[in-house]
């Protein structure tokens, strides 16, 4: 269950190509309450998704860079996790970006209908969130898909961090070649490559943390 399910308020949204919003349409107001119930569930599956797909070291045997383990990803996996800045990773290298490279991050997690690449891309093609996205544009006249790309990028836009995504794959870990990035711990020389969204940064700390200490937080908030 979301804390903040992703609604589409105050804007109509026609399911079909044929048929026109109502306000008086029982029938109309389901079709709402199940394109909110989508896309909800599609911003969910999101943050899930980035995370098992978080490569492993070098060598598989080593393990994945993130301090997740499988039985954890439901429970962290969260919007939560994304907004804040410790990050739960063995090392990461990091640069903040901000305003149209934020946007352009944006682009490739949730592409414009009619712009969704050709091209197959790693990690991305076979995410749920992904797959659902793409059929709800396809699904949706364009009016309506044009809606959902502005709402989701509202919630984007408050996320704090994300993979550092190249146009190949989703994941990067090789050592950062340009630009200003920035290692945790210091003498790491890789590790995923992070996108931390400047707009939202404030000279935050940005440092590594312990998955069960995350979840002993959360347990104790909830006492």
Partial sequence: MLRNPLQLQGRDVALRANRQPSDDS???????????????????QLF??????????R???????????????????????????????????????RGDEWFALFKHFFPKKGQVPSVKRQNFTSCKYYIDYVAL????????AK???????????DLAWLPYVHSDRMWCTSQGSSGNWHHIPGDATGGPQIAINGDVWNNHPITLRNAYAHLREEEEEDA
């Fill in 147 to 157: 809606i959902v790309y502005e709402e989701l990028y509202k919630k984007f836009r």
């Fill in 59 to 97: 060598r598989a045997r080593d393990g994945s860079w993130c301090t997740i383990t499988k039985d954890d990803w439901c429970s962290v996996a969260t919007e939560d996790l994304f907004k804040g800045f410790k990050l739960l990773f063995e090392a990461v290298q990091w640069k903040h970006i």
């Fill in 137 to 144: 544009l396809d699904f949706l006249p364009n009016q309506s």
């Fill in 26 to 44: 029982d029938e109309e107001r389901e079709n709402q309450c199940s394109l909110d119930s989508r896309l909800s569930n599609i911003w969910a």
């Fill in 48 to 57: 899930f998704n980035i995370i098992k797909c978080v490569p492993n070291w």
